[in-house]
């Protein structure tokens, strides 16, 4: 997953990582919280590690090595990255808090394995610890993305991105056409597909409950305040709780 995208990923992907810093650190702040460990789940390419190394220790993880091979070129010597599944994570030790962040929660198979990553998350938070994560909304999935096809030209390749939502089941299937341009002009075409699924804020805040963490706050996008219905992505703030059953 991610193996073909991961190449040019950083030309398409023109997400504001200052700004999502800047707004982790506002969330810490109104919370009281001054992390030094910082886990950043589904780390990617590693485009939020620097931001976050200015101030903080951190540890990246992502289930894609291709992905964590470009994120080691961004991230510094101490940074610690590890290849591993969310839904199983597994540290040597607790930390201060942690984010996950553009979606990866919709990017996990189905509920269980949300849950699961939840309650691994509050297992390895120590105490007070906070947790933020973002989602797509079932908005998102519905309105913007349902049967639109996205074209990409750079440099780097050419990507047609189609998206089909089934609004029943909550999944959303993407499908990646890449053209990469070759020495001799001619292109070539390489494809992948990833998924991603839909959730509800009352159907995150039950699997939040369930995992053991304490919910705090959930806020609209990139700002501090209740979200708005047409909400295209929300943020969760949870902190460490009670240790759950399938911990």
């Not at 030094?36 to 993880?61: A, M, S």
């Not at 992905?67 to 610690?80: F, Q, V």
């Not at 509920?111 to 610890?129: D, H, I, K």
Request: proline share 4%; hydrophobic share 40%; with cysteine.
């Amino acid at each position: 997953m991610y193996s073909i995208l991961s190449q040019c990923y950083d030309a398409l992907v023109g997400a504001d990582y200052p700004a999502m810093a800047e707004f982790y650190e506002a969330i810490w702040e109104r919370f009281g919280q001054n992390p030094q460990i910082v886990l950043d789940l589904g780390c990617g390419t590693g485009n939020l590690l620097p931001f976050l190394e200015q101030k903080r220790q951190v540890i990246g993880v992502d289930l894609s090595p291709e992905m964590l091979a470009i994120a080691r070129e961004k991230a510094g010597p101490d940074t610690l990255l590890l290849c591993q599944d969310m839904a199983e994570l597994d540290l040597f030790g607790t930390v201060d808090a942690a984010i996950c962040a553009l979606d990866g929660v919709n990017a996990l198979p189905d509920a269980r394995a949300v849950e699961r990553m939840f309650s691994r998350v509050n297992l390895f938070l120590s105490g007070g610890g906070l947790f933020i994560f973002d989602v797509n909304t079932p908005y998102k999935f519905e309105h913007v993305l349902h049967q639109q096809t996205f074209v990409y030209d750079t440099d780097e390749v050419f990507l047609v991105w189609e998206n089909e939502y089934d609004g029943e089941t909550g999944i959303c299937d993407f499908l990646l056409t890449f053209f990469f341009p070759q020495p001799d002009g001619s292109y070539r075409r390489e494809e992948e597909c990833m998924r991603e699924k839909a959730y509800t804020k009352e159907q995150l805040c039950g699997m939040v409950e369930r995992s053991g963490l304490e919910l705090l706050a959930v806020y609209g996008d990139g700002r501090m305040q209740e979200p708005a219905c047409d909400e295209q992505r929300l943020y969760f703030v949870a902190r460490k709780g009670k240790n759950a059953p399938n911990q």
